[in-house]
């Protein structure tokens, strides 16, 4: 159900069917989510499982829905200190508006935008995915003259292998392309397209609650 104000953000659930449905709307394909209960090899391997007749299937990213807490000691610091992990390569927390060149990361400055801005990220930082460019005009002669029809183009996505990011996000990515962290976020929240596909997988109490038409129960307790 989509928010009464139509510059909201509802919030979604954090649900992988949720998740995949929205992704196809955008028209996203080749990708789908999976629910990870754990971080163990074990688990992590039934993700790259063969899925409908694809071989090597791709992770692209992990979404957390809590806070991750290391259990390494100081390994979450401060500072963008420099720490070591197992393999003894030195790693670096990002922090403030520092973006290494290349990959995509959009400042959040939208309320209730987190589910959708997570989703954006893994796709747009997914390698070898395909970024579509338009589509291609045909001429066919009808009624002695010439009528001009779009054509999807052809995309060759490696028998299911590649990323398909779709009209929609491809605009976007593009667009957004040399944008700082701040103005993506921005843009995201500006988006007509994006909040419209997010909105419509909104909870029906959520548009209860933000409606101000519906009357209140103050709390008792």
């Known amino acids: 159900m989509a928010s009464p104000n139509g510059n909201d953000w509802c919030t979604i659930e954090s649900d992988p069917g949720v998740f995949t449905s929205l992704i196809e ?8 989510f999976a629910e990870l209960w754990s971080l163990d090899d074990e688990s992590l ?25 290391s259990s390494h000691s100081g390994a979450a610091g401060g500072g963008g200190e420099s720490k070591e992990d197992e393999a003894g390569v030195s790693r670096k927390a990002l922090v403030g508006e520092e973006c290494p060149p290349g990959l995509f990361f959009a400042k959040q400055v939208t309320h209730n935008a987190c589910a959708t801005q997570a989703i954006l990220s893994v796709l747009f930082n997914a390698p070898n995915s395909i ?17 001009k029809t779009q054509q999807p183009p052809v995309v060759d996505d490696d028998n299911g292998r ?60």
């Open 25 to 32: 709307s955008f028209g996203t394909q080749n990708v789908e």
């Open 131 to 147: 970024v579509e460019e338009g589509e291609e005009e045909s001429s066919s002669p009808k009624g002695g003259g010439e009528e």
């Open 162 to 221: 590649k990323l398909i990011l779709g009209k929609t996000l491809s605009n976007f990515k593009s667009f957004t392309g040399h944008f700082p962290p701040d103005l993506r976020g921005e843009a995201i929240g500006s988006s007509d397209e994006i909040r419209t596909a997010h909105n419509s997988f909104g909870r029906a109490e959520d548009a209860f609650l933000s409606d101000p038409t519906k009357p209140k129960r103050a709390a008792t307790d």
């Open 45 to 69: 391997l039934q993700l790259v499982q063969p899925m409908e007749g694809v071989e090597d299937a791709a992770v692209h990213g992990l979404i957390f829905l809590f806070k991750w807490q």
